[in-house]
């Protein structure tokens, strides 16, 4: 038997992301791998009778794109309630919310979520929406939440009642709750919801996976989870019916126990082709618009908001310095440049008490960082993941972040330039549900986003830059730099097949292009 394939792209820009072989015009695929990339001229000798040839037009073909900060089964459930990310003002909110009472009239609840700051802040303005059934609204980015009067009654918060840890339940002068909920508080209410059954979870994931395969991403890393988590991935995958890879930590909360790390080292010895384990996420602090982010100095806008980080230095440090020992990968939310520092102390202790070891552990999001600690990624080998979506575009947004953070750090502010050229590996991501999934879109704010001030330093990165950060270096952040990330022959067939030539677009055109063809373990996941 000649070795022919089985499926062959020719005819595309093909960015390899391999440091060898930059570029390239055909690839063909065999199984679930990569066994040839190479040119135009060497296509016939692949092509068999069953070949399926795909001509790329031209077009961009890129390793699939791996998003490394992710919430999936979180998102997927969320896919179940009402999209608010458009609400602009109460009308839009009310539009929204009745239609989805109307459409679920079986639901208990009245469900909505990606909701923007600023647009609903009392249960009052809830109740004249809905009244009879208890409401909850999220955030776009999680961290807050407003509820109407029924459900805050259901809670036992509307009058007395308390926040649990970094918790904050907003009151008025009378002691009376106002609807929004911060943080853990959230949990007060959010408990009381009914899960969506087993089933319908699965669907809801699969759902989300198609939508998700269709913006050119074949892997994610999962920011939260534990077994049952990955439980519900495994299944997908066990009933061939997963076209995502996911790499899923286990939780780590302050009240977790070194005896409790045994369910991460179970999760760590699931393998799978699409679902693994072997990391652990732990938050160090909250976000910037909630004033719960971990500062060194104080925020611009309220200098009596001194929030601690969620672990103190000696918690994190030896809970840290135990999943390292266990061999675990470590994730840390760090929104505030205090948490970034108290994080890379612990990292720095950790390398200090157990020996430096080939650990590639994270910081995830850095919405600011101070000077001095610019160096230390690269010092500590550790790998930043950042989300570029999460910066205010434009200073004219009218968004709160930078106000809270004050003109004098908006130049350390995601600052993906400067981390970068500090030599720090850079990987790139969602954050999903937080913002939107779409690669192009994120790497659209990466390329273009404006200074706040003429004396703000450019952080912008360039299309190439962005692609690795997506493909090569996302593989390497989760160790499998040797399986893809890269178009290269015995690699894994994950790939991206785009409708334009992307290095010939202007940078502010770049979402003209959409994938065409999104390939997973040399499975044609999805297709325009
Ligand atoms: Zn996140």
Not at 279 to 298: N, Q
Request: net charge negative; charged share 25%; with cysteine.
């Amino acid at each position: 038997m000649t070795r022919t394939a089985d499926i062959m792209i020719v005819n595309a820009r093909i960015f390899t992301g391999n440091p060898d072989r930059p570029w390239a015009e055909v690839v063909a695929v065999r199984g679930n791998r990569i066994v040839h990339v190479g040119t135009m001229s060497d296509v016939e000798q692949w092509r068999g009778e069953n070949t399926k040839v795909i001509d790329g037009k031209g077009g961009t073909l890129t390793p699939g794109f791996i998003d490394s900060h992710f919430h999936l089964l979180s998102g997927a459930v969320w896919l179940g309630t009402a999209g608010l990310q458009d609400a602009k003002n109460l009308d839009d909110l009310n539009t929204a919310l009745s239609t989805f009472a109307e459409e679920n009239k079986t639901s208990e609840w009245v469900l909505g979520r990606g909701i923007k700051y600023n647009i609903v802040s009392t249960r009052q303005e809830l109740d004249l929406i809905v009244s009879d059934k208890p409401v909850y609204v999220g955030s776009y980015d999680g961290h807050t939440a407003w509820v109407n009067t029924k459900a805050l009654q259901m809670a036992g918060i509307l009058d007395g009642g308390e926040a649990p840890g970094n918790g904050v339940i907003v009151r008025d002068a009378q002691g009376t709750s106002t609807g929004e909920l911060r943080e853990a508080a959230m949990d007060l209410v959010q408990d009381l919801i009914p899960e969506p059954d087993a089933n319908r979870k699965r669907e809801l994931l699969k759902m989300a996976i198609r939508r998700i395969n269709a913006t050119g991403v074949t892997s994610v890393h999962n920011m939260n989870g534990d077994m049952e988590e990955l439980m519900y991935y495994a299944a997908l995958e066990d009933a061939g019916e997963m076209t995502l890879r996911i790499y899923t930590p286990y939780s780590v909360r302050p009240e977790t126990k070194e005896e409790d790390l045994k369910e991460a080292m179970a999760m760590a010895n699931v393998q799978g082709e699409y679902v693994r384990g072997g990391a652990v996420k732990f938050f160090m602090d909250g976000v910037w618009e909630s004033y719960t982010a971990l500062t060194i100095e104080h925020y611009t806008d309220n200098a009596q908001a001194k929030p601690d980080g969620i672990y103190s230095a000696e918690h994190f440090t030896r809970m840290a310095t135990a999943c390292d020992k266990l061999g675990l990968q470590i994730f840390v939310h760090c929104c505030g440049d205090g948490a970034v520092r108290r994080v890379l102390d612990g990292y720095e202790s950790i390398q200090k008490i157990n020996g430096k070891r080939d650990s590639r552990h994270r910081v995830e999001r850095i919405e600011i960082i101070h000077p001095d600690d610019l160096p230390r990624f690269r010092g500590l080998d550790v790998i930043a993941s950042m989300q570029t979506s999460h910066a205010p575009f434009s200073i004219d947004d009218g968004d709160v972040w930078p106000v809270r953070v004050g003109e004098k750090r908006w130049p350390r502010s995601f600052a993906w330039r400067d981390i970068k050229n500090a030599g720090a590996m850079l990987v790139l991501g969602s954050d999903w549900t937080v913002a939107p999934y779409d690669p192009l879109f994120n790497i659209y704010v990466a390329m273009n986003r404006e200074k706040w001030s003429p004396t703000d330093p450019d952080q912008r990165l360039t299309l190439e830059e962005c692609i690795i950060g997506y493909t090569r270096d996302a593989a390497y952040a989760e160790f499998k730099e040797d399986e893809k990330g890269q178009i290269r022959e015995g690699y894994l067939a994950d790939m991206v097949l785009f409708s334009h030539d992307l290095f010939a677009l202007e940078p502010q055109n770049i979402r003209s292009a959409k994938p065409v063809l999104t390939m997973v373990d040399g499975i044609i996941a999805y297709e325009a």
